[in-house]
């Protein structure tokens, strides 16, 4: 991190509510956990007495398995790097990536933290349109030091070409640009990962797909050098014991996975088809395909600071998703249970009617 740049940097506004009363559809977290999530805690709470082993072989095995399911991409132990949190994974990306000057491609609309890590390093993001990033040519990678990639985007919701995701990578690796892959919610779809694949970091985050925000677990992988300087830099230690032991219990419970990818497909499907007058899905705007666990909807004629404020008044906590770079009317709402859904879809249409 470049001291001279901190002073000059803000934070940045996420989703979430901490008020119980209301439905949380503001902050993209599975609302259902795997079983035995108390009793793998509970466990962990005898190893906290001691330092963790930093190898991490539990984790890290299960991890190699989980984004490797069907055998193609060549996952191990070795290319998992832990972190506390998917976003741990990505300041360790730009950290050992990025020095003072560098430029660094940016997604917009997108996950506002990448632009920050960015400036944090004393780096510069050179903002591109997000469905843009996969068409960068020789110019643009020779001219940056990184290039970040969401993997389904936040907050529009489609997944990249897996094709032209792997042919942006063969151009990375051919400029000596290093790809950063945010597949945080990669997990709730069908989709490719991009792990394994040489010249790029993946960022992984499991606290969303298995409904644990608070636990803060996650990982990075990496093959070569990318991996060799992710796994120097890490701290020693830099994940706790329960997160460790939990985060290992659920990405073996496949099961738990599948399910959950189903629901969110049908869910998600739902919601849109269902959306009253004048609101529109991103996916009917733009023709895309969005597969991810929210939904990012236009309003035709509210604001949304208003919109969001109704609709916490019913109940329901969506978010404004004016904190994204480039959109000006729109929310963004999460892909929850189907009772919980059919009580945002009655509160939006009681927020467009009144």
């Known amino acids: 991190m470049d001291p001279d740049a901190v002073d000059a940097v803000e934070r940045v506004p996420h989703g979430g509510t901490r008020d119980r009363d ?9 609302p259902e956990r795997p079983e035995g999530v108390g009793a793998a805690y509970e466990r962990a709470l005898v190893d906290a007495t001691r330092y963790p082993d930093d190898e991490y072989p539990a984790f890290r095995d299960a991890a190699a398995d989980y984004v490797d399911r069907d055998g193609e991409h060549d996952v191990a132990r070795e290319h998992v790097v832990p972190t506390p949190g ?16 560098d430029e660094v491609v940016v997604p917009a609309p997108s996950f506002g933290e990448y632009a920050r890590e960015v400036r944090l390093q004393g780096a510069t993001p050179r903002f591109v349109p997000h469905d843009a990033v996969v068409d960068l040519d ?15 985007n936040n907050p529009t ?6 094709g032209a995701l792997r042919a942006l990578a063969a151009r990375c690796r051919a400029a000596g640009t290093v790809l950063l892959v945010d597949e945080a919610f990669l997990g709730f779809t069908d989709e490719p990962t991009l792990a394994g694949e040489p010249g790029a970091i993946v960022a992984r985050s499991l ?40 985060g290992a219990h659920c990405l073996r419970d496949h099961g738990f996975v599948d399910a959950t990818r189903d629901r969110v497909a049908a869910e998600r499907a739902r919601i849109v088809d269902a959306l009253p007058d004048g609101i ?18 236009e309003l035709d004629a509210h604001d949304p600071a208003a919109f969001v404020e109704a609709c916490y008044e019913r109940g329901v ?28 879809l009655a509160t939006l ?3 467009v009617d009144a």
């Open 317 to 344: 906590a969506v978010r404004d998703a004016t904190t994204f770079r480039g959109l000006d009317a729109h929310v963004r709402v999460a892909v929850r249970t189907p009772t919980e859904n059919d009580e945002l």
């Open 86 to 101: 998917g976003l741990a994974a990505l300041r360790l990306a730009f950290a050992t990536t990025l020095t003072p000057g």
């Open 22 to 30: 209301v439905l949380e559809f503001s902050a993209n977290v599975n």
């Open 157 to 162: 919701g489609e997944a990249y070409d897996a």
């Open 280 to 297: 529109a899905a991103y996916d009917e705007t733009t023709g895309c395909d969005g597969v991810a666990p929210f939904v990012l909807l």
């Open 349 to 351: 249409r009681a927020v």
């Open 138 to 152: 020789e110019a643009a990678l020779d001219a940056a030091a990184m290039v970040v990639a969401c993997n389904p």
């Open 207 to 246: 606290t969303k797909l298995f409904g644990l925000p608070g636990l803060r677990a996650g990982f990075a992988v990496a093959t070569g050098r990318e991996r060799e300087r992710l796994a120097t830099a890490r701290r020693t230690w830099n994940l706790g014991a329960p997160a460790a032991t939990v």
